[in-house]
T-cell receptor, first 113, second 111 residues
Framework: NAGVTQTPKFQVLKTGQSMTLQCAQDMNHEYMSWYRQDPGMGLRLIHYSVGAGITDQGEVPNGYNVSRSTTEDFPLRLLSAAPSQTSVYFC????????????FGEGSRLTVL | DQQVKQNSPSLSVQEGRISILNCDYTNSMFDYFLWYKKYPAEGPTFLISISSIKDKNEDGRFTVFLNKSAKHLSLHIVPSQPGDSAVYFCAASAIDDKIIFGKGTRLHILP
């Protein structure tokens, strides 16, 4: 029972490089989301999706792109990484977004030099 | 503008005593309020929630209280145990399907 799987767990990038953080869930959840966690800032919502083909912006969407071509996958793309994007990224999913009960992945730690 | 606020970055409580974590919110349209627990190097895990139409929800040692007029909720843990040492996030679900988190409170349970 894998739940929410994030890859990679760790990544170091140089400023200006691009990369994709992968997120997959095997619970058939329609709702998926990405958060970033920074010291003193808590968890901030980047993007979310209520189903395949539908995405929307969260609190801090700038610098990130998402797409949702399947129910299972919700990749997060950084097109041109900046040091301000150094953070721990968490993907989450749920079958009931109105109740807020999210299932989280273990996180991906990204460092941008 | 922060919609979910946890104003105490940390809290220390003696083992066996009650831990009370507080959270304030600004959006009257939130549907559900939740508490998540997070250990280092792990993802947050759901702990307990409360609907906006209720004022109390209890699950074992954990009770959440909601005061809508004050836009305030609290999590009570009694008795506190060493394994409760973690970061606790308050969260709220909005009508537009956004789930917003506070900054977290680090709880230390002292032996």
């Amino acid at each position: 029972n894998a739940g929410v799987t994030q890859t990679p767990k760790f990544q170091v990038l140089k400023t200006g490089q691009s990369m994709t953080l992968q997120c997959a869930q095997d619970m058939n959840h329609e709702y998926m989301s990405w958060y970033r966690q920074d010291p003193g800032m808590g968890l901030r919502l980047i993007h979310y999706s209520v189903g395949a083909g539908i995405t929307d912006q969260g609190e801090v969407p700038n610098g990130y792109n998402v797409s949702r071509s399947t129910t299972e996958d919700f990749p997060l793309r950084l097109l041109s990484a900046a040091p301000s994007q150094t953070s721990v990224y968490f993907c989450a999913s749920t079958y009931r977004p109105n109740t807020g009960e999210l299932f989280f992945g273990e996180g991906s730690r990204l460092t941008v030099l | 503008d922060q919609q979910v606020k946890q104003n105490s970055p940390s809290l220390s409580v003696q083992e066996g005593r009650i831990s009370i974590l507080n959270c304030d919110y600004t959006n009257s349209m939130f549907d559900y309020f939740l508490w998540y627990k997070k250990y280092p190097a792990e993802g947050p895990t759901f702990l307990i929630s409360i609907s906006s139409i209720k004022d109390k929800n209890e699950d074992g040692r954990f009770t959440v209280f909601l005061n809508k007029s004050a836009k305030h909720l609290s999590l009570h843990i009694v008795p506190s145990q060493p394994g409760d040492s973690a970061v606790y996030f308050c969260a709220a679900s909005a009508i537009d399907d956004k789930i917003i988190f506070g900054k977290g409170t680090r709880l230390h349970i002292l032996p």
